[in-house]
């Protein structure tokens, strides 16, 4: 019988969050980790994802733009990797100038050979722009209240700083903005509806299978046991729309997406406040599992 050796772990200092402030320890260390190693996995990264998603990952990013505003016209896509996501908005005829922002090079050079980048002739008689921006998300190179929304999928989870990028998404957002944040969240057995997070075979896939296949396939199991890492180490459902509404977030909804594999939280920035979004501020779930 062949043993398979168990797959590299992530160095420890990359995650290690403060549970108060929710920074890692070593923020410029954690950020150069985890820009080498999307940019070691760029090739395939869209294969994996479809791959160990089932592709689940691509009907996600499709909840998430039937979410998005009608009337977003200038949409950021942070975190935007291979460029998936603003894809998925292009194909929705959504949205006018689509910036796909992301501090890998090489993700963003793959989102450049997918066509984006560019104008794009819509069936609908609309030409969209796409642009790419290589930005670090927690410093964005946009001026106060310029954007109709901002999307990050699988992004938030990455960044060093999780309140220092969630503020400043919250900065570049006009004033009936629209935050929109896809990700895979840390379980928390005991929360209660959507905020429990992912369910036992959810995670057992995750930690078990998921390093194993990346490894064949990609012969970086560090790439692969990051995901579950980074998950274990990142917020709780709860805790996140906590961190939302403490950087001025609010009208905050959470959907829980199949078994709790991913969340998609939306929010809008504090100076729309009237009473029906400080009512809202009381998360809601709906299950879609
Ligand atoms: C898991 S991928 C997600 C890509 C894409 N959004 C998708 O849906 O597939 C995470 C991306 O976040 C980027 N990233 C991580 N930290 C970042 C930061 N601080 N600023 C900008 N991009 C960052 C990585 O380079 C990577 O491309």
Redesign the pocket.
């Known amino acids: 019988m062949v043993r398979q050796r168990a797959p590299a772990a992530p160095p420890p200092a990359i995650h290690d969050r403060n549970r108060q402030t929710w920074t890692v320890r070593d923020p410029q260390a954690h ?1 150069r980790a ?2 080498a ?3 070691r996995i ?1 090739g395939v ?2 294969f994996m ?1 479809h791959l160990l998603s089932l592709n689940l ?1 691509r009907r996600w ?1 499709r909840h998430l733009i039937e979410r998005l505003d009608a009337h977003a016209h200038v949409v950021l ?9 603003t894809l998925a908005c292009l194909r929705a005829r959504r949205g006018h100038l689509l910036l796909a ?4 090079p ?3 050079a793959r989102a450049r050979r997918k066509g984006l980048g560019a104008a794009h002739d819509g069936d609908d008689g609309v030409v969209r722009t796409s642009a790419l921006l290589a ?4 410093r964005l190179p946009l001026p106060d209240a310029s954007l109709d929304a901002v ?5 938030a ?4 700083d999780v309140r220092a ?1 969630m503020r400043e998404m919250a900065r570049v957002l006009r004033a009936d903005g629209q935050l929109l944040v ?1 990700d895979f969240f840390r379980a928390d057995p005991g929360a209660r509806g959507c905020a429990r997070g992912p369910a036992r075979p959810v995670r057992w896939w995750l930690g078990a299978t998921l390093p194993r296949l990346g490894r064949l396939f990609t012969r970086d199991g560090f790439a692969y046991s990051y ?1 579950p890492t980074s998950m274990d180490r990142f917020l709780s459902v709860t805790e996140f729309v906590a961190l939302l509404q403490e950087c001025g977030l609010e009208g905050l909804e959470v959907e829980r997406q199949s078994l709790g594999v991913a969340h998609l939280v939306t929010a809008r920035p504090h100076r729309l406040r009237d009473s029906q979004t400080s009512r809202a501020d009381v998360a809601r779930a709906r299950s879609e599992s």
Do not use: P, S
């Not at 922002?101 to 890998?104: E, H, Q, R, T």
């Open positions: 950020g985890v820009r190693m999307f940019a760029a990264y869209d994802n990952d990013r896509d942070c975190c935007a990797g291979t460029g998936d996501l922002g992301d501090f890998c090489e993700m963003l930005a670090d998300a927690q999307m990050i999928a699988f992004g989870r990455n960044l060093a990028g896809l995901l």
